[in-house]
Every structure is written in C-alpha cells, then in structure tokens.
C-alpha cells in the first residue's frame, strides 16, 4: 500500500496522513476488511462535496454498456444522474430511442422506478446505444424519435461530406501511396463496450506500410449481411465472444470471407498484426527439414533415376522441396515426387 501510495501522488493524490486531501481506504474485498469504513468515507465525501441530485425531474444519466440480447432485443445498463426513471417513460439516447418496457436492478429483480445513482437494466429501445452516450427521458415519443431521427440525420451529413469531399491533392498524395495496402475489418462483439476496445487496439496497428480500415462494427452474432458486406469490400470478419449464424457460417464459406472469432483482445491484436504483415511482401525464410546422402542410384525406364539414400539427420518429408549437392555445387533443385522405405 505505501508503494501505491507514493505512486499515487505522481498524480497529485496525496493521502490525508501525508499532509494532503485525498481520503485513502485500505480495502480487501476477499478478507472484508474496511468495507463499512470505505462506504463511510463515500458518504462523508457526498456530504463535504455537497453532492445532490433532484428526483423529482424528467430522468437524465448515462449509458455504462449495451448489448443485444436474443429475447429482449437491445438491453442498455444505465446509470441514473438526475430524476427519475419510471416505466413506460420515453427516452431517447444517441441515434436511438423508445419506450422504457422494463428495468432490472444488479440482482435481476424488477423494479418500477430507479433515482439518482441507481443503475439499471433498460429494455425497449428501438436499437443498440453506444456505451458511455448520455441518455434522456423527454415529453413523449414522438419528439424522442424526432431527436433520434435529427441525430442520424446529422450523422449522415457527417459522414457524406466526409467521404464526397476529395481534392486533386488528396488524390494525387492517395496514388503516390499506391504501395500502401489495406487490410478493411467488420467487428462484431457481444457488448458494444468490448467492440469499442478491440476497435482501438486494431487501429493503433496501422502502419505507413499497411492501413487497417474498420470498415464496419455491431453488437450481436455474425449475420449474413456481415457477410454479404465482407464479400463485397475484401474484408474480414472479427468476431468477439459471439458465433456467426448457421446461414452466415454458409455463405462465408462460399464466398471464401475469412471468419476469426476471439475472446481474448490480445489474441485478435496478434492474430492481425500477423496478417498485415502478410499483406506485405513475404519475408521468405527457410528451414531445413533434413540431410540424406545418396548411397545408390537405380534407373527405371518408366520413371527415371531413383535414388537410394540414408537420412544423415533431420527428417525427409514427402512433398518437400529438395535441393541436390555435389561437391558443395546445387547440381538440381526441386520437389520430391515420392518416397518410399526398405524398396
């Protein structure tokens, strides 16, 4: 603890014992040590901070992590800040919106209302949320979809002006990097939390030789589209924690789209990293497989000189590409067509 105590002070966090105003808690869950004393401490901060939050307003707070959930469709864990969140309440957050159908506490019991810093299982919007956008409970539906539909709208326009505007420059600067190759990825997780992390660890591994372009994200399995989009722009499929669907698994195979499924970032990190690096020009290494010396040669009319040889060390493989030396001279190089013993 005194270690991360003197860390922590890098970061201006100076203990209160040493002279600073940052309340220290040394706590073990496993043990349960300090736990009734961290939980006072929280409320004296609450109380010194003058932390308040009004319940009886139109509800407002934060998307922590979403997901799509088989049953119940897109399921958002909220955080309430302000007010008041009750069923049936209208709630618009980023491109989506809806009605509140149903909200589950940690333990999974349903509960009809949820006050400031209660968080919450929501169910009843129309699509997936980003985690970490704001979420609030306004008048009526209809103006929620209003501003969900304004969103998107806008996004579009983004994203239009975005693409459309090129200049000779820019074009000119794109051909003179005409050696730079693109490696484009459809990710698909099963929490749009897990789908923003692995969506930054693959684009830190762009390179000036070898781009990696997200063409594509979602939450939810691998569905034929996913596919149908990989086919059409040359990417690859990166599952995280989810399975592709059996139609999807098909198409996949007959159009020849590349499937990796993860649940470890690292793994989908490395695993990349190594196809960018094919995408460039192969380093060829090579690697002996074994020695023979040729003891005695036999001529079949047929087939030609067969050769009759002892593995000096290593192994010989059939199939395998072989190089003949005499006197330290290649005199013939090529592959094996067969190989047999004790004939």
């Known amino acids: 603890p005194e270690r991360v105590k003197q860390e922590l002070t890098e970061f201006e966090l100076v203990p209160e014992d040493w002279g600073g105003d940052t309340i220290f808690v040394e706590v073990s869950a ?36 979403a997901r799509l959930d088989k049953g119940r469709g897109p399921v958002a864990t909220v955080l309430v800040q302000e007010g008041t969140l009750k069923i049936g309440d209208p709630i618009v957050t980023g491109f989506h919106y809806g009605r509140v159908r149903t909200m589950t506490d940690d333990r999974g019991e349903r509960v009809e209302q949820a006050g400031p810093s209660f968080p919450v299982e929501v169910t009843g919007i129309t699509g997936v949320p980003d985690a970490g956008d704001s979420f609030h409970s306004v008048e009526d539906e209809k103006s929620a979809k209003e501003v969900a539909q304004h969103r998107q709208q ?21 051909i003179q990097q005409g050696d730079v190759k693109e490696l484009k990825v459809i990710i698909k997780g099963d929490v749009q939390g897990s789908v ?27 569905i034929e589209s996913d596919i149908t989009l990989a086919a059409a722009s040359d990417a690859i499929v990166l599952g995280f924690n989810v399975r592709p669907e059996p139609k999807a698994a098909n198409l996949a195979e007959g159009e020849g789209v590349d499937i990796r499924l993860y649940n470890i970032i690292y793994d989908a990190v490395a695993d990349i990293r190594d196809a960018m690096e094919g995408l460039l020009a192969p380093t060829l290494r090579e690697k002996a497989l074994g020695r023979v010396e040729v003891r005695d040669t036999f001529s079949v009319s047929k087939v030609g000189t067969i050769a009759g040889c002892y593995v000096l060390d290593g192994k010989v493989q059939r199939g395998a590409q072989v190089r003949l030396v005499r006197d330290n001279v290649v005199v013939w190089q090529g592959r094996m067509n067969s190989l047999k013993r004790f004939k």
Do not use: W
């Not at 409320?43 to 009886?56: F, I, R, S, Y």
């Not at 806008?154 to 794109?174: C, F, G, P, T, V």
């Not at 923003?196 to 390179?207: F, I």
């Open 154 to 174: 806008k996004m579009r326009e983004a994203e239009l002006a975005q693409h459309s505007k090129i200049s000779l420059e820019q074009l000119y600067a794109r």
């Open 30 to 65: 496993k043990q349960q040590t300090n736990l009734d004393r961290l939980l006072e401490m929280i409320l004296l901060q609450a109380e010194v901070m003058d932390l308040k939050a009004n319940p009886d307003k139109r509800a407002k707070g934060v998307v922590v992590e």
């Open 196 to 222: 923003e992390a692995v969506k930054d660890s693959l684009t830190k591994l762009s390179t000036e030789a070898c781009r990696l372009v997200v063409i594509h994200t979602g939450v939810g399995g691998i």
